[in-house]
C-alpha cells in the first residue's frame, strides 16, 4: 500500500515539474513569436548598446510599483546607472539650470514618454527642455498613465501648495489605448479591472490564480496563439480593442481627452499657471521610419481611428494652448524603440519643438 501511494506521489510530482516547464517553455516560445529582439538590441542605441541594456534590464526587473492616491499608482525609490526615481516617486534628472534669470518652474504631466520610457535620466523630454531652456524642469509623468490621471496628479500638486509656473501635458497615446479597450469604460485607467478583482477575489481564487500563473498561463496563451496562426481564431489580446469598430466610443474617447485638458487650462489659469497640452506622436500616425519594428495592425486601428478624430476637435475648439506634434518624427531617422517611446533623439526632438513653440507665450 505504502509503495502505491509512493508511486502516486511521484507521478504527481512529475506531472506537476512538467507542467512547470511546459509554461516556461510556452513563455519563451510566445517571446520568440513575437520576434524576440530587444528594445535594447535596436538601431537607435547602435552608439551605445551596453548602457541600452543596462536601462531596459533596470526598467524591465528591477523597478517597483506602490499604490498612490487619486491617481493610482506611483513608483518606489529607486537608484540605478540610468534611472532615478525620488521618494515621491518621480523620476529625476540632474540637469545643471546656467541661466539664473529663468527662474520659471516647467512641469510636465503625461505617460512613459514623458517619465522616459527609453531614455536615461539626462535624456527624457524634461530634462533636455530644461538643458536647452536654462529653466528648472520637474518631471511628473508615469507608465500608463492617461490625461485624467494626470490632471488628478496637477491637482494634488496644487493643493499641497506645489508652485508651478509653467504646466505641460503631454498625452494621447495612453488614452487611445486603454480607452479603447473593450474590458474598460472611458476615463478608467489601465489597472481598473485588475483592482476590482482583486478587491472581489476571495483566498480560495487568490490561490487558483497563482496556480495557474505557475503551471498553466503561458501553455494557454500559446496554445490560443497557435490556434489564431492556424485557423484565424481570435486571441483575447486581438478582440481586446474597440475604437476602429464602434464611431460612438472613440468619439467618447476623443471628447475626453480634450475636455481633460480644458478642465486642466481653466484650473492652471485661474491660478496664473501657464498651460500647453500636446498632442504626441505615435509610430501608426505620419511616416516614421519604422523597418526595424514589429508592430500589431490591430493595436495601429485604434489610433488611426482616435488620432483623426482627435485633431478634427483641436481645430474646431481652436485653443491655441493646444499644440498637435503628431508629425514631429515624420523623418528618416530611427526614433521609435515600439509603438510610442523614442530614444534620445526623439525626445531632442520634442524638447526643442516644446521650447520653440511656448518661449514667447510665457
Not at 3 to 32: D, G, P
Amino acid at each position: 500500500m505504502k509503495s502505491i501511494r509512493r508511486l502516486v506521489f511521484i507521478n504527481i510530482a512529475v506531472l506537476l515539474i512538467l507542467l512547470v516547464l511546459i509554461n516556461f517553455l510556452s513563455h519563451a516560445i510566445l517571446f520568440m513569436m513575437k520576434g524576440g529582439i530587444s528594445r535594447s538590441e535596436l538601431p537607435n542605441y547602435v552608439s551605445n548598446r551596453e548602457l541600452a541594456r543596462i536601462h531596459f534590464a533596470e526598467f524591465n526587473r528591477s523597478l517597483k510599483t506602490q499604490y498612490d492616491a487619486f491617481v493610482g499608482w506611483s513608483r518606489r525609490p529607486f537608484q540605478g546607472k540610468t534611472i532615478t526615481i525620488d521618494s515621491h516617486g518621480d523620476r529625476l534628472h540632474t540637469t545643471i539650470v546656467h541661466d539664473e534669470s529663468q527662474t520659471q518652474s516647467v512641469y510636465f504631466f503625461g505617460g512613459s514618454t514623458i517619465w522616459g520610457t527609453g531614455a536615461w535620466d539626462n535624456d527624457t523630454i524634461p530634462a533636455l527642455f530644461s538643458s536647452i531652456s536654462g529653466m528648472p524642469s520637474y518631471n511628473k509623468g508615469e507608465t500608463g498613465y492617461t490625461s485624467r490621471q494626470s490632471l488628478a496628479k496637477f491637482i494634488n500638486l496644487l493643493a499641497q501648495g506645489e508652485q508651478i509656473d509653467v504646466a505641460i501635458f503631454y498625452d494621447g497615446v495612453n488614452d487611445s489605448s486603454t480607452h479603447c479597450r473593450t474590458e474598460l469604460n472611458v476615463n478608467e485607467h489601465s489597472r481598473t479591472q485588475s483592482i476590482r478583482k482583486r478587491l472581489k477575489r476571495s483566498k480560495k481564487e487568490f490561490v487558483l490564480k497563482y496556480v495557474d500563473y505557475i503551471f498553466l498561463q503561458n501553455t494557454r496563451k500559446l496554445a490560443a496563439e497557435i490556434s489564431h496562426k492556424l485557423f484565424g481564431t481570435q486571441t483575447k489580446e486581438r478582440r481586446g480593442y474597440v475604437c476602429d469598430k464602434s464611431k460612438d466610443r472613440a468619439q467618447k474617447v476623443t471628447k475626453t481627452l480634450v475636455n481633460n485638458w480644458e478642465i486642466a487650462h481653466d484650473i492652471a489659469q485661474a491660478r496664473g499657471i501657464k498651460f500647453f497640452a500636446i498632442l504626441q506622436p505615435v509610430a501608426f500616425i505620419g511616416k516614421p521610419k519604422l523597418d526595424h519594428l514589429k508592430l500589431s495592425k490591430t493595436f495601429g486601428l485604434q489610433y488611426k481611428t482616435v488620432y483623426p478624430l482627435l485633431k478634427k476637435v483641436i481645430r474646431e475648439r481652436g485653443h491655441n494652448w493646444i499644440l498637435d506634434y503628431t508629425d514631429r518624427f515624420s523623418r528618416d531617422e530611427y526614433i521609435y524603440v515600439d509603438w510610442a517611446h523614442v530614444s534620445k533623439n526623439g525626445n531632442k526632438i520634442i524638447a526643442n519643438r516644446i521650447y520653440t513653440d511656448i518661449m514667447d507665450k510665457i
